[in-house]
């Protein structure tokens, strides 16, 4: 709050005298008129923090959330997870891990909407753990989504294969998509979500066509094709009950139905990117509130009614799914939705689906440096980075945030070498695992946050998205996201101990430790107290109960029949 003196006539007009001091308030108090004012400013300004613009409308939004996990996820990797969980197993993964991100996109949905600014993450734990947490988040999420640049390259690469089987051409698709990406996002932020919605609406438009096409199949639609399929799958090959060879039959049904979760917890990687939003969407409490309210309707009418489609046409015992798995799942050859092509006659597909794909990788990429550029833009924002990342060009993009993600592109030239593969399947294992730890973090913010919200007074019924079930859910998906962590490396352990599968599996919980670790003992701050944790940025509705208007008026010596007023 600020106390500012100001000269009033007698008639009440004022005139400002250029003088103003700052005044510590109580904490929880705060001015009404002004909270309504900030609202009703952030609703309609075009201008960011730091330079940014505000120029992603509603529209754009949406469709980046609506499609922000359709890609290689579900294209491609769905038919691993039903070779490794069967029909049911696989259906019941996808819907209990869909079913917490769900959840924990409301809990990041109500905290963009109560203060929607730039910071990102680190922001969220600054703000209700403490800087450590807030540096832990910041830099973890930085690194995931920079390491997915070259992973999302690499994986172009090789999808281009699929047409092109001269491997040294490699290297120059890895060279032009980098290229095209570091110019997609230098552009500014309007005509990164105008590319962004167009390839959006090229992946739900294929996937839609996909799930009729899947559905008629199963029904015996297709003239030459396979017939009348129905349940038969769910029926007859319900769970693996021979994954990795365990005994008894029952133990591996529940292992295959675990590495279905993991597999699934993975396809949704890259979720939470819709808030990085907050700090260039128009009015954005109202444009993220539709975007954050349709993800329960993503996930079920897209992710869940697909995989349903799959397991009805295929097995998981099927030949061609487990060759092409064998073969290594990275083309559009080991997608279910081809392999259901292919038995109904229909080959051309296949050429399709791997376009598709491929826009899918390349907009993973263009969002993954989005998101690693203002991530750092908001450690630096919060203490924790460096503050050349706060630099912006004059169309508001953090040049240095987006030259220095599109620097970390050439590791995907590591993926063209034998020798330096492994390492780089390891990097890109690390950046998966890193997504979940993310997710349980944003969700113990969201917990922090209730109770001061409780402690301090704040009406949630007021705020324009309110999740449900609180604090409840969030605690409910931090322990799965922490048990899919601690246990996503069973496998590693069967049926002999392997290191190499161990240290790609695990290495995330070390490097969270040393970040964390190392910054508390740097910094060696404590947590704040629920009593402390600033609040003042809600919305004015929410934060009324505690909210004031005062003004209270001195009379100082007459200066020409005029008196001076102080307003807190």
Sequence with gaps: MSEK????DDDGGKEGTGFETSVQEPYGVYDKNALEYRDAQLAQTGEGDHGTKRALSPRVCSMIAIAGTIGTGLFLSSGTALAQGGAVGCFLGYLIMGFFIGCMMYCLGELICFNPTIGGFSELGRKYVNESFGFMMGITYAFTVGLSVPSELSAIAVLIGYWDKNEKHAAIYITVFLFVTWGCNMLGVKWYGEVEFIMACIKIGMLIVLIIFGLVADLGGVKGGTGFVGGKHWREGPFNTEYLGVHPPSTAAFLGWWSTMVKCAFS?????AVGLLAGEAKNPRKTLRTSIRTTFYRIGGLYIISIIILTLNIGYKDPDLLRANDAGGDTAASSPFVLIA???????LAHVVNAVVVTSAWSAGNESLYGFARCL??????????????WTTSWGVPWVGVSLGAA???LAYLSLSNGSNQA???????????KLVCWAAI??????YKKACDRQGVNRRQLVLRSWCQPVMAWSCIVCFLLVIFFNGVKAFIPKFDYEDFLADYI?????AVCWGGWQLYRRDRWIPIDEIDLSGGPAKALSARATTRRARTTLPSLNNRFIVVEI
């Design 424 to 434: 780089f399947v390891w990097l890109s294992n690390l950046t998966a695992l890193l």
């Design 5 to 8: 003196l100001g000269v009033y």
């Design 408 to 410: 970390f592109g050439p």
């Design 508 to 512: 995330s919980i070390p490097f969270v």
């Design 268 to 272: 949704f990687a890259g979720i939470e």
């Design 342 to 348: 292919k038995r109904n006659g229909i080959s051309a």
């Design 443 to 448: 969700c113990f913010c969201f917990v922090r």
């Design 377 to 390: 833009m908001g450690m630096a924002r919060n203490g924790c980075g460096l503050k050349c990342f706060l």
